[in-house]
């Protein structure tokens, strides 16, 4: 739950008196022009950027209770490609002392890579091997909620819907809660629960059929954009 959520950066306010929730076992989506605030929020979501005033609860707590339940994948992932690093290793450092090895490999399946991707450089992926590796690390230690920020950056269109299939999967077997910052209104009208749109302000919530009507897009992009249908999941929600 956000609630009359402001950010500011030094005198320029970012986030307006935000408000919306999400519910438990939903995939959501953020979506909005570049500069809108999207990531911001995100970020300010996760406390990787102070609030200047309002609430954020997620399963009905603070952030510093729930911290074990959330993983996170960033939209620009920055490091030295000649770093001597294996996918084995990177996944290592994020395994709590308590998951055992094994579930390394369970998620490197999950997001449809093979085992012997464990022994290549993290420097020598593409960008949607890459993508899935984050995840894999993300999900390492079975988070309740899973925030993904552009997570198809960086993915040719081939290899997209394999992508978001592997989101689909997280939420429906596993009933991750999922929130991704989205600019792809084609892809998610039919793969999200929720959508909340931002632009400093909150400018429309609700489920893809509503919030996706060309008048709203109109109202958040500053033109048209198409709508598809959406066919929603099957869920059963609890709020967060």
Do not use: W
Request: hydrophobic residues 40%; contains cysteine; glycine residues 8%.
């Amino acid at each position: 739950m956000v609630e009359h959520c402001s950010v500011c950066y030094g005198e320029s306010v970012i986030i307006d008196d935000v408000s919306f929730s999400v519910e438990e076992g939903e995939i959501a989506a953020m979506i909005g022009p570049n500069g809108s605030g999207k990531t911001t929020l995100m970020r300010t979501i996760l406390g990787l950027t102070p609030l200047k005033q309002g609430e954020i609860l997620l399963f009905g707590k603070h952030l510093h209770q729930v911290r074990p339940l959330i993983g996170y994948v960033p939209q620009r992932f920055m490091f030295d490609r000649d770093f001597p690093i294996t996918i084995r290793e990177f996944l290592d450092l994020s395994r709590h002392y308590a998951c055992p090895e094994s579930r390394m490999l369970e998620k490197i399946h999950e997001v449809g890579l093979g085992t012997e991707i464990l022994k290549k450089r993290l420097g020598m992926l593409s960008g949607g091997q890459l993508q899935r590796v984050l995840i894999a690390q993300a999900i390492l230690n079975n988070p309740r909620i899973l925030f993904l920020d552009e997570p198809s950056t960086g993915i040719d269109i081939s290899g997209e819907a394999a992508f978001y299939d592997v989101i689909e999967h997280l939420n429906k077997e596993h009933g991750t809660t999922i929130i991704l910052v989205s600019h792809d209104i084609a892809v998610i009208s039919d793969l999200v629960d929720r959508v909340i749109c931002i632009n400093k302000h909150l400018l429309c919530h609700g489920p893809p059929k509503t919030a996706l009507t060309p008048k709203k897009l109109t109202e958040v992009f500053g033109k048209r954009a198409e709508v598809y249908e959406h066919h929603a999941h099957q869920h059963k929600h609890h709020h967060l």
